[in-house]
């Protein structure tokens, strides 16, 4: 059971636009910035979005990011069949002191 | 280029021990905290251990306390993970990460742990 909570699946056609959703807590998303991350088949986890809605400069603007209270949205537009991949999110938890993540969601390019 | 490079991974008997390596380099790894994260086969990511710039605050997941223990020789620009009384749970690809204090950014390819019963 991860502390915080994503969908396990979301999909969309191609050139279509889509949001992957992350629910946490006061500890947690409430009182820290989020973290996504892209994980394709057989790859390590790679940065997609940090301090909320940032983004490093190799990733394309069809990628941002919010958060609302204890919860966090990434959105996807233009979708495309190379970003089937799985996405996490995560943040710093201050009552565990530790990182936590979401259980993952994987995105089907239809 | 920031690369950090895992080795020390391979099939061990439960009960059994390992030790993790993680090689840094691309950037100053004396000025960054970094963390141990592992994710076994067809499951998410489960942070495991967080240790900082000097080595003098750590962290560890219940999961893994008492079991684990994380370590760093920053003249050597690497981190390493003593993994003791393994059990067939600890089965998964073992990463390293670095700590920016407000994400974590970048991570290793991982290395596969595999305990055998």
């Known amino acids: 059971q991860s502390v915080l909570t994503q969908p396990p699946s979301v999909s969309a056609a191609p050139g279509q636009r889509v949001t992957i959703s992350c629910s946490g807590s006061?500890?947690?998303?409430?009182?820290?910035?989020v973290t996504w991350y892209q994980q394709l088949p057989g790859t390590a986890p790679k940065l997609l979005m940090f301090?909320?809605?940032k983004r490093p400069s190799e990733i394309p603007d069809r990628f941002s990011g919010s958060k609302s209270g204890t919860s966090a949205t990434l959105g996807i537009t233009g979708l495309q069949t190379g970003d089937e991949a799985d996405y996490y999110c995560?943040?710093?938890?201050?009552?565990?002191?530790?990182?936590?993540f979401g259980g993952g969601t994987k995105l089907t390019v239809l | 280029e920031v690369q950090l490079v895992e080795s020390g991974g391979g099939l061990v008997q439960r009960g059994g021990s390992l030790r993790l390596s993680c090689a840094a380099s691309g950037f100053t790894f004396s000025r960054y905290a970094v963390n141990w994260v592992r994710q076994a086969p067809g499951k998410g990511l489960e942070w495991l251990s967080y240790i900082s710039s000097d080595s003098s605050t750590i962290y560890y997941a219940d999961s893994v306390k008492g079991r684990f223990t994380v370590s760093r020789d920053n003249a050597m620009n690497s981190l390493y993970l003593q993994m003791n009384s393994l059990r067939a749970e600890d089965t998964a690809v073992y990463y390293c990460?670095?700590?920016?204090?407000?994400?974590?950014?970048?991570w290793g390819q991982g290395t596969l742990v595999t305990v055998s019963s």
């Open positions: 006061s500890s947690n998303i409430g009182n820290s910035y």
């Open positions: 990460a670095r700590d920016k204090r407000l994400s974590v950014d970048y």
């Open positions: 995560g943040a710093w938890d201050s009552s565990l002191s530790a990182w936590v």
């Open positions: 301090e909320n809605n």
